[in-house]
């Protein structure tokens, strides 16, 4: 069955990187377009970036562009978001997401946290 | 960005009774390809979204068929024809007509009375 496992969360100071990582397993990875999407504690869903099943198109949220960056290894099955320039308001847990039925978020990761403080 | 409304914002249900939740967007979500890229999810405390249904009405695999999705254009329904205990948590539409971003309602909280 599909699977996906976010990695890579943690505790990082205003300014700082870091990078998320999720695991893909029980489909053809490369078959699919995927998601970043976050949580902000107690608050709603916001989509933050989008990758094409090859790589070559990749979208982002406007609050992230410049500073995120999404990337895929089909040969590892695995996703990444690369996240620069961190602020207090991208802490969050970070899901994955895949596409199913020709739609967006079929599938989910357990998420990961990732908060911003000094 | 396409905004999306839902009401109510809580929503409290006595089991075994209908519920029904609305979500309204900005601009008519349908695309070009004549879809309509409206999908509902439902979280539980703790846990990762799961998505019921997407494109309007289309219930996803597993998804219990008290849950159904209808609606057209600007305006959208979820209904559920009996709510049961497990049903509680946050319900969100989202839209994927017309992305980036892909955008969420504010979320309806679901609780037993």
């Known amino acids: 069955q599909v699977q996906l496992v976010e990695s890579g969360g943690g505790l990082v100071k205003p300014g700082g990187s870091l990078r998320l990582s999720c695991a893909a397993s029980?489909?053809?990875?490369?078959?699919?377009?995927m998601s970043w999407i976050r949580q902000a504690p107690g608050k709603g869903l916001e989509w933050v970036s989008y990758?094409?099943?090859?790589?070559?198109?990749?979208y982002y949220e406007d609050s992230v562009k410049g500073r995120f960056t999404i990337s895929r290894d089909n040969a590892k099955n695995s996703l990444y978001l690369q996240m620069n320039s961190l602020r207090a308001e991208d802490t969050a847990v970070y899901y994955c997401?895949?596409?199913?039925?020709?739609?967006?978020?079929?599938?989910w990761g357990q998420g990961t946290l990732v908060t911003v403080s000094s | 960005d396409v905004v999306m409304t839902q009401s109510p914002l809580s929503l409290p249900v006595t089991l075994g009774q209908p519920a029904s939740i609305s979500c309204r967007s900005s601009?008519?979500?349908?695309?070009?390809?004549?879809?309509?890229?409206l999908h509902w999810f439902h979280q539980r405390a703790g846990q990762s979204p799961r998505r019921l249904i997407y494109?309007?009405?289309n219930r996803d695999s597993g998804v219990p068929d008290r849950f159904s999705g209808s609606g057209s254009g600007t305006d959208f329904t979820l209904k559920i024809s009996r709510v049961e205990a497990e049903d509680v948590g946050i319900y969100y539409c989202?839209?994927?007509?017309?992305?980036?971003?892909?955008?969420f309602g504010q979320g309806t909280k679901v609780e037993i009375k």
């Open positions: 029980g489909y053809t990875f490369s078959d699919y377009y």
């Open positions: 494109k309007v009405s």
């Open positions: 997401a895949r596409d199913s039925d020709s739609s967006s978020c079929g599938y």
């Open positions: 990758i094409s099943s090859s790589g070559s198109s990749t």
């Open positions: 601009q008519s979500l349908v695309y070009s390809d004549g879809n309509t890229y």
């Open positions: 989202m839209q994927g007509t017309h992305w980036p971003p892909y955008t």
